[in-house]
């Protein structure tokens, strides 16, 4: 597996405002994941991304991943309180998984 | 389908204790990973199995930390001698290819 490079650490926004977190790679990535994990809890499989420029949606949620596979990002629509959490990105197969530190999302009623 | 089982969802410990997870995965699912979390940070894989096969340990702490997957289904992880710094979640995660589905974790507090 890669290791990629996630922004913001944190981010703090209104209810009902949007938020985005991106993840960079220095070398193309073969796939990249997104997971959710809301406090207390566990990572959940949201997402893999594997074609260059691929866009997909769940809901409000937009993923995309790079033309040149080097960076990918998830970008919520009008956030609810249901959205906190902390949003982590890897990339990998089988081997030598790497979870970094992840963006923590708090959403402000 | 049933996801992935973990036991006990909580332990608290002496330093110097020893301490055991158990993992029941995904029927059918290959790969099983432990992973540690503490507080604040991302999971850390600690080891990884490919049916009853070790893929990688290299972040194992050997000198304290074991684990197997006997018969390549269920694994336990455990930590003799337990340390303060070994306070965290621990959690187990299986995969037939590229998604990892996790278990609630084992949230272990030495004291």
């Known amino acids: 597996g890669q290791q990629v490079m996630q922004i913001p650490q944190y981010q703090h926004v209104q209810e009902g405002e949007d938020f985005t977190t991106y993840c960079n790679s220095s070398?193309?990535?073969?796939?990249i994941q997104w997971y959710k994990q809301r406090p207390g809890g566990h990572p959940v499989f949201l997402i893999q991304l594997v074609k260059s420029g691929e866009v997909k949606k769940q809901k409000r949620l937009t993923f995309q991943f790079g033309e040149a596979k080097k960076n990918s990002s998830l970008h919520i629509t009008a956030t609810q309180t249901t959205d906190v959490g902390t949003y982590f990105c890897i990339s990998g197969g089988y081997q030598k998984v790497t979870f970094g530190i992840g963006t923590k999302l708090q959403v402000i009623p | 389908e049933a996801g992935v089982a973990q036991s006990p969802r909580y332990k608290i410990i002496e330093k110097r204790q020893s301490v055991a997870f158990w993992c029941n995965p995904i029927?059918?699912?290959?790969?099983l990973y432990w992973y540690q979390q503490i507080l604040g940070q991302g999971p850390k894989l600690l080891i990884q199995f490919q049916n009853n096969g070790v893929v990688d340990d290299s972040q194992l702490p050997k000198d304290r930390f074991s684990a197997e997957r006997l018969k390549g289904v269920d694994s336990t992880l455990k930590i003799q001698p337990a340390k303060l710094e070994d306070s965290a979640v621990y959690l187990c995660?299986?995969?037939?290819?590229?998604?990892?589905?996790f278990g609630p974790g084992t949230r272990l507090t030495v004291l």
């Open positions: 029927s059918g699912h290959a790969t």
């Open positions: 995660a299986s995969s037939t290819a590229d998604t990892q589905y």
């Open positions: 070398t193309t990535l073969s796939n």
